[in-house]
């Protein structure tokens, strides 16, 4: 977890796209370059991380090993132009957006859901009840 001053900090690097309390998004460039270091000139993670100005005491001593090993792998197993990619958000976790086709179709799938809702509620209200006994 990232505090404000820690956030702010991270933000000034060049390599950091976006940071929140709970992660970094790093520039597709410095991932590349940071798979090149490794494989080319034999740069350990923690010293690719230092030499780009990140301060592994805020980020995680870990951070470094833990990104390096996840971008070698998208770099071998799909290449270059998959690592430079931005997957974050593209197959979100939401639910498509349900459309009916009229207000009869609408009407049918609240009510079951309605039933499906209210089943689901008697059946934990019997068990918090089984559970008191």
């Known amino acids: 977890m990232f505090n404000p001053e820690q956030i ?6 060049d390599n950091i796209v976006s940071c929140s309390p709970k ?10 370059k940071a798979v090149r270091r490794y494989y080319d000139d034999g740069y350990s993670p923690k010293m690719i991380f230092e030499e780009a ?3 592994l005491r805020v980020i995680g001593s870990n951070k ?3 990104c390096l090993t996840r971008w070698r792998r998208t770099y ?6 998959e ?3 931005e997957k974050r958000g593209e197959n979100g976790k939401r639910k498509p957006k349900i459309e009916f086709k009229n207000d009869k179709e609408k009407i049918r799938y609240l009510e079951a859901k309605i039933a ?13 009840g089984l559970k008191r006994k």
């Open 76 to 81: 071998n197993e799909k290449g270059e132009e």
């Open 116 to 128: 499906y809702v209210n089943a689901e509620n008697d059946f934990l209200a019997k068990l918090r």
């Open 64 to 66: 470094a090993k833990e």
């Open 23 to 32: 992660s970094i998004t790093f520039s597709s460039n410095f991932k590349l």
């Open 83 to 85: 690592l430079m990619k």
């Open 8 to 13: 702010k900090e991270l933000l000034k690097n």
């Open 53 to 55: 100005g990140l301060d």
